[in-house]
């Protein structure tokens, strides 16, 4: 039965992959804004901003920047899902011997080998852009470990508005408020310079914690109890989504 599932996952994955790779404007233009708002911080507002620290605003800034990128590229999920109930794929799936589970699970490990790609490409231009780090290879598999698992948290989220979106935009539209959740977080200043309302929700939210993470482990710094904080937040975001998700496909499909 295992062996059954992996096997259909795998062929519906690549299904979905072979989409991307014919249409891989998604991939650039969900590196697009990521890029862009780099270039705006580090060389118009970044000199007028006091982060406290001797670090490069880049270097402070980076890790925020890479949770965008996710947070722009889990919307062509949910826009994928949706135009793959509206076309009735799913229903042609489920008149032939496939474990329904694959379905869904194929087109999350898509974005998560999408957003990876993309996170490449922001990473490479953050490199020529002056990002440096000394971290070592097991603090970089640490690192796209966290972001993993950011990513499967948010898609599943992206999986429950594909599947409950009576519109296209509707599908897609979720996106934007994780995309600018980031901003109101230590991802671009530190959170004692916002108003103490806003300071409190930044410090209490999720990105703040994922954030200050990524960022003491790539300046090689004692992470403290933000990483189990942002574990805390990511299996708990990925377990209810996920819940939810199966049980609206569920419902759909019968």
């Not at 006091?50 to 996710?70: A, F, H, K, Q, V």
Request: hydrophobic share 55%; glycine share 8%; charged share 10%.
């Amino acid at each position: 039965m295992t062996t059954h599932v992996l096997g259909d996952t795998g062929v519906l994955t690549g299904r979905s992959l072979t989409h991307i790779l014919r249409s891989p404007d998604t991939i650039i233009t969900t590196a697009v804004t990521p890029i862009a708002l780099m270039l705006l911080f580090t060389y118009v507002l970044g000199g007028a901003i006091n982060t406290g620290s001797d670090e490069s605003y880049i270097d402070y800034m980076l890790p925020g920047i890479l949770l965008i990128t996710i947070a722009s590229g889990i919307a062509y999920t949910a826009y994928r899902l949706f135009l793959d109930m509206q076309g009735g794929i799913f229903e042609r799936f489920q008149s032939m011997p496939i474990a329904r589970s694959s379905v869904l699970w194929a087109h999350v490990l898509t974005s998560v080998v999408a957003n990876l790609v993309s996170i490449a490409i922001v990473i490479g231009v953050a490199l020529i852009m002056g990002f440096r780090t000394g971290a070592s290879v097991l603090v970089w598999l640490a690192v796209a470990g966290i972001l993993i698992l950011f990513t499967l948290a948010l898609t599943w989220l992206a999986v429950i508005a594909g599947l409950s979106a009576k519109t296209v935009d509707g599908a897609s539209a979720f996106s934007y408020p994780l995309i600018f959740l980031p901003f109101i977080s230590s991802a671009f200043v530190p959170t004692d310079s916002m108003p103490a309302p806003v300071a409190w929700f930044a410090e209490n939210q999720p990105v703040t914690s994922i954030v200050d993470t990524m960022r003491a482990l790539f300046a090689g710094q004692p992470v403290g109890s933000d990483i189990w904080i942002a574990l805390g937040w990511l299996v708990g975001i990925l377990v209810v989504a996920y819940g939810f998700a199966i049980a609206i496909y569920r419902r759909k499909m019968n």
